[in-house]
């Protein structure tokens, strides 16, 4: 069953200026992140799709200043009126979906002469960890990124968003619009499985459940510290330690937020800061917070998202042996 199509008209523009230093490209995309369907990206633009107060809305945002002097042009569209009440709880939420206040300045200046962080810096300043989904629809992605090739991960979730959500038309795009969690809470394991998603009906499911009936408060969670967050994340069915450190660092923004090194990212941090075939995971942490303490996972993004963005524009034999795509 395909998705319905949404026609969303222009509502509302909004001038928004973000704490520099911001960097409008470097963190509107992601190069090494997976390719959903509910945002598109060229230089200076980005396309999305939200679904706030129970409204499925498009946004466009457009780049009209610097890393310095940051200044975003946010068009809303809507198939209804949006209340002036409505625009004034959704701009907080923007500001913290796409990290328009936490202060980095300090991390650039500090590393910006860095042997490791040095071309990333000087290429990507201004670059954050972004929460450009809300807290659900994170994790509805992490269970499709679960033991499967990029390909395979695009073909669930498309079919996810085909059953519980909707294709939004604006701007001459058309997007996909993520589900609220009570959408997908009244279908069946045996439904999802018929989905093609294999045993992640399971997490759906429970996952899903558990935010219908409040278990887990985004909000609440923003303000807490980080062992706060770690203790309320493994109240979630099904996920674990590693699962929750990405979350920390993409959806909370602790900035420190590095405990472990995946296999695949030990082989690409391995060649990045050792030139070796593989190094152990620990002597790769030793080194992340010996030399960026406060900024582990940070400068981790840094390094990680500079060596993807270089594959944009260049063939990286070795890598490409290592993604598989």
């Known amino acids: 069953m395909a998705a319905r199509i949404l026609s969303l008209r222009p509502n509302t523009k909004i001038v928004l200026e973000p704490r520099p230093p911001y960097n409008f490209d470097a963190n509107f995309h992601k190069p090494s992140h997976f390719p959903s369907s509910d945002t598109s990206w060229e ?7 939200m679904v706030w107060h129970g409204e499925k809305i498009g946004l466009r945002f457009e780049n009209r200043g610097t890393i310095s002097r940051p200044r975003v042009v946010l068009t809303v569209y809507s198939r209804k009126f949006l209340s002036k009440e409505f625009i004034q709880s959704f701009i907080p939420e923007v500001r913290w979906r796409f990290n328009f206040d936490q202060d980095i300045s300090e991390f650039c200046r500090e590393y910006r ?32 990124l679960q033991n499967a090739t990029v390909r395979r991960s695009v073909q669930m979730l498309e079919n996810l968003f085909d059953r519980f959500g909707a294709k939004a038309r604006f701007d001459d795009k058309v997007l996909s619009v993520f589900w609220k969690p009570s959408d997908m809470a009244r279908a069946t394991e045996k439904e999802l499985r018929e989905l093609k998603v294999g045993y992640r009906a399971k997490f759906f499911t429970k ?3 558990q935010f219908v009936k409040q278990v887990i408060d985004e909000f609440a969670l923003r ?6 967050v770690k203790v309320e994340m493994m109240k979630l ?11 920390l660092f993409e959806d ?10 995946s296999p695949w990212e030990q082989k690409i941090m391995s060649r990045l ?3 070796s075939k593989l190094i152990p995971a620990d002597r790769i942490l030793n080194v992340l917070r010996r030399r960026y303490r406060g900024y582990e996972k940070l400068a981790f993004h840094y390094i990680w998202e500079n060596l993807f963005w270089r594959r ?12 598989r795509l």
């Open 223 to 228: 303000k807490m510290t980080k062992e706060q």
């Open 43 to 49: 230089k200076g633009k980005c396309w999305t799709t």
């Open 207 to 209: 996952i899903t459940e």
């Open 113 to 144: 002469n860095d042997k490791y962080l040095r071309p990333a810096i000087k290429r990507w300043r201004g670059m954050k960890p972004i929460a450009a989904n809300s807290l659900y629809e994170t994790l509805m992605i992490y269970l499709v």
């Open 273 to 275: 800061l050792f030139s």
């Open 252 to 261: 909370f923004y602790f900035l420190d937020a590095m405990e472990k090194i």
């Open 237 to 247: 069915y099904g996920i674990g330690p590693a699962s929750v450190e990405y979350l």
């Open 312 to 323: 944009k524009h260049e063939h990286i034999d070795w890598l490409e042996k290592e993604i």
